[in-house]
C-alpha cells in the first residue's frame, strides 16, 4: 500500500534553469494538492488539481509557476526561470475525493536554486 | 495572528510528561486537523475534528476544539523521546478547498 511519491526527493537547480516536481498520489486518490514550505514556516497552499482540471490555483505565484494532473501519470509542478527565493521544500498531498478532508502527504521534493 | 497560528513556538519537555500546543484561527471551519512533521521529512496525518466536535481522543492524543473561540488544542500525554517534532495544526475555512497550516510547534523531548 504505497503511500504519495514524490520525486525527486532533492534537485539542485541553477538560476534561470526549469525544475520539475511530480507527485503521484495514492492508490484511488485523484485529487492531488501542492504546498510549499519556506525554511522554519508552515506549509502554504499553492494549488489543487484533479485528473485533468484545476480546481484551485489561488497559492501559485501568476508567473513561472505551472501545475497539472493528466489523466495518466504524475501530478507535475513546473517551475520555470528559477530563482533563489524558490528555495522550498515542496509537499504534495492526495485525497481520495472532495468530501473525504484527510490529505495524506508526501516526503517532499527539497528544491535548492544556486 | 495568522489563520492557524500555533503556541507556543517551541516547547521543552521532559519524557513522560505531559505537552499541550494550542492553535488559533480565524475564519469558520469545516474541521481541523494535526500534523507531525520530524525534521526534514513529510507530515504524518495525526487526527482530524470536525467543526461539531469538541474533544477527540487517539492513543496518547487528545484533540479539543473551541469554535466559539476558534481553537484547539493537543494534549500529547506521557510524552516519548520519539515525540520530538514540529507539531502543525491545519484548518480549512468553510466554503473553500485550501488547508491553511500554521507556523507550528517544535516539540523537544528529553530522555
Known amino acids: 500500500n504505497a503511500g504519495v511519491m514524490q520525486n525527486p526527493r532533492h534537485l539542485v537547480r541553477r538560476r534561470g534553469q526549469e525544475a520539475r516536481l511530480r507527485c503521484s498520489p495514492m492508490?484511488?486518490?485523484?485529487?492531488v494538492y501542492w504546498y510549499r514550505q519556506l525554511p522554519e514556516e508552515g506549509l502554504k497552499f499553492m494549488v489543487y488539481l484533479q485528473k485533468e482540471n484545476i480546481i484551485d490555483e489561488s497559492g501559485m505565484p501568476k508567473e513561472r509557476f505551472s501545475a497539472e494532473f493528466p489523466k495518466e501519470g504524475p501530478s507535475i509542478l513546473r517551475i520555470q526561470q528559477v530563482v533563489r527565493g524558490d528555495s522550498a521544500a515542496y509537499f504534495c498531498a492526495s485525497s481520495e475525493d472532495r468530501s473525504t478532508y484527510e490529505q495524506y502527504f508526501g516526503p517532499g521534493t527539497r528544491l535548492t536554486v544556486t | 495572528s495568522q489563520q492557524g497560528e500555533e503556541d507556543p513556538q517551541a516547547l521543552s519537555i521532559q519524557e513522560g510528561e505531559n505537552a499541550t500546543m494550542n492553535c488559533s484561527y480565524k475564519t469558520s471551519i469545516n474541521n481541523l486537523q494535526w500534523y507531525r512533521q520530524n525534521s526534514g521529512r513529510g507530515l504524518v496525518h495525526l487526527i482530524l475534528?470536525?467543526?461539531?466536535?469538541r474533544e477527540k481522543h487517539s492513543g496518547r492524543l487528545r484533540v479539543t476544539l473551541d469554535t466559539s473561540k476558534k481553537s484547539s488544542s493537543l494534549l500529547i500525554t506521557a510524552s516519548r523521546a520519539a515525540d520530538t517534532a514540529s507539531y502543525f495544526c491545519?484548518?480549512?475555512?468553510?466554503?473553500?478547498?485550501?488547508?491553511?497550516f500554521g507556523t507550528g510547534t517544535r516539540l523537544k523531548v528529553l530522555a
Open positions: 475534528i470536525r467543526s461539531n466536535e
Open positions: 491545519a484548518t480549512r475555512a468553510s466554503g473553500t478547498y485550501k488547508y491553511i
Open positions: 492508490k484511488g486518490h485523484s485529487h
